[in-house]
């Protein structure tokens, strides 16, 4: 993440240089998850446009439950604990989502827009919405590591 400015704000700034949704919200928390950028955008660049643009499952959505469990989820089968909380966080962070902006799913949240329409695609990009949609996923995945402790650790341990 650059210095300075929040996840989201990252998130949203790759998007506007080109990334999709889900590559966008997986990048900017990737150093989290000691993940290299490039490696965190090809997982997630399958999910663009709602699942391989099927319109499906929000790719930014989806990148956030990625986050979420290579974060807090288990390291074995026998962590059962470490299991359950990342499931209970992931549908806590889909109520959020859903209660923000009323959906998860793309073709909704797109208003319908096609994606291999390059028309489409202009005018849904000048509309904004993609970006507002990505601030807002990922916004929501930061509070909830923030909530989690995740966050204030990987800060604390930072070098300035």
Do not use: W
Not at 56 to 66: H, I
Not at 106 to 129: E, H, Q, V, W
Request: proline residues 2%; contains cysteine; glycine residues 10%.
């Amino acid at each position: 993440m650059n210095s300075g400015i929040s996840y989201a704000e990252q998130a949203r700034h790759n998007a506007l240089n080109g990334q999709t949704c889900s590559e966008a919200v997986m990048t900017a928390f990737s150093t989290l998850s000691n993940l290299d950028e490039a490696t965190a955008r090809k997982l997630a660049s399958g999910m663009a446009g709602g699942m391989g643009g099927t319109k499906k499952n929000c790719g930014a959505v989806t990148a956030a439950y990625m986050i979420l469990g290579l974060l807090l989820g288990p390291e074995s089968v026998e962590d059962k604990n470490k299991r359950e909380n990342v499931s209970k966080l992931v549908a806590e962070f889909s109520r959020r989502f859903n209660e923000q902006f009323g959906t998860a799913d793309c073709a909704i949240l797109t208003n319908g827009y096609n994606f291999t329409s390059p028309a489409d695609m202009k005018r849904l990009r000048a509309s904004g919405k993609p970006e507002s949609i990505i601030t807002g996923a990922a916004g929501l995945l930061e509070q909830i590591l923030i909530e989690q402790g995740v966050l204030l650790a990987e800060r604390e341990n930072s070098t300035p």
